[in-house]
């Protein structure tokens, strides 16, 4: 039986501790396509209080979660529970990007891993509602190890090579609305 929580508190920041990996849904406000991506490296993820939560976004193959948080802000982070004991939580509420530019950026970053070579943003969450439910139907799975590919793949990645993703597919969703903007940062800039 699932249950709804008033705020974050140190047993659910624990299971959010132990997960290694982290799913979060977002949508357009008018039609299109839901989103949902799958979130990795366990340093990505924090939360900054109990009713806030944030994760280091890092370039991918689209912007669909910047562009739905412009259009709308909704945002939904699940965790699931691939260990003995069976469990989702659900962390639904408002995000915003917070460009790497920013002072705020600064403030988060002590939060994170920066060693990611491949950091586009923060996205943080005013979270409005917590639930589990019972995740009897997630297979139990035994991790091995974080995959070091997407951070390989942008330490060969230059200056030009992320100026050409700005503006080209993390410019615009796969519905057309805006994402990432023409002027912002590369990576480099944040070393």
Known sequence: MGKVFDRIDDKLRAFIAAQPMFFVGT???DGGHVNV???GYRDTFAVLDEHTIAYLDLFGSGSETIAHLRDNGRITVMFCSFDRVARILRLSG???IVRPDSTEFEQLRAHFGTEHPGIRAVVTVSVERIADSCGWGVPRLELVEERPVLDQAHTR????????RIAGDNSVSIDGLPALDPDHPVPSSLR
């Open 27 to 29: 949508a357009p406000s």
């Open 37 to 39: 991506s799958p979130k």
């Open 94 to 96: 408002t995000g915003r």
């Open 157 to 164: 990645r230059t200056d030009a090579d992320f100026a050409r």
